[in-house]
T-cell receptor, first 114, second 108 residues
């Protein structure tokens, strides 16, 4: 138990659906991250929020839309996804933003797009 | 070619064996993380190091900044060590670049 929770743990959605992934951290951290992990590929950083402000968006398609209403919660809104978006989506948090700081990961949401 | 390369990609071992996982990188870094990912998906941080060596229980991590290389060693391996081990380098102070991971299976 890392103090970072994600829901749902598994999600199957059609290409025309709209769904949201939720992440919550109970660690008092100020930075939160969304990562995508595809088979046989390194983790890809998607978005970074620091103090509820988006500070990084790594060329992610607009069908992924993040939201950070407060420093404890992070959402990833999904719409009109493609089959190649099927992956494990991991949320992480750290005390402050920066690679020097240990990131605490959630268990991930396994997404399948049909 | 990835900026962070791990070897081997897959590793099997018998319980009790000494295990080494390697990480090489091509960019200048300020620190390096070793992470462990269990089959359920969750990732935990094992070490962060910027020089020398760190030890935690049966795990030892070393780094040679000049040679752009780090190793993770597991002594007296156990089936519960079976996981994917991921190396991530700290680039430009705030960016993490991840390797593809080494899948380790330890058999009783």
């Amino acid at each position: 138990e890392t103090g970072v929770t994600q829901t749902p743990r598994h999600l199957v959605m059609g290409m025309t659906n709209k769904k949201s992934l939720k992440c919550e951290q109970h660690l008092g951290h100020n930075a939160m991250y969304w990562y995508k992990q595809s088979a046989k590929k390194p983790l890809e950083l998607m978005f970074v929020y620091s103090l509820e402000e988006r500070v990084e968006n790594n060329s992610v398609p607009s069908r992924f839309s993040p939201e950070c209403p407060n420093s404890s919660h992070l959402f990833l809104h999904l719409h009109t996804l493609q089959p190649e978006d099927s992956a494990l989506y991991l949320c992480a948090s750290s005390r402050v933003r920066g690679g020097w700081h240990e990131q605490y990961f959630g268990p991930g949401t396994r997404l399948t797009v049909t | 070619k990835n900026e962070v390369e791990q070897s081997p990609q897959n590793l099997t071992a018998q319980e009790g064996e000494f295990i080494t996982i390697n990480c090489s990188y091509s960019v200048g870094i300020s620190a390096l993380h070793w992470l462990q990912q269990h089959p359920g998906g969750g990732i935990v941080s094992l070490f962060m190091l910027s020089s020398g060596k760190k030890k935690h229980g049966r795990l030892i991590a070393t780094i040679n900044i000049q040679e752009k290389h780090s190793s993770l060693h597991i002594t007296a391996s156990h089936p519960r060590d079976s996981a994917v081990y991921i190396c991530a380098v700290v680039y430009n102070t705030d960016k993490l670049i991840f390797g593809t991971g080494t899948r380790l299976q330890v058999f009783p």
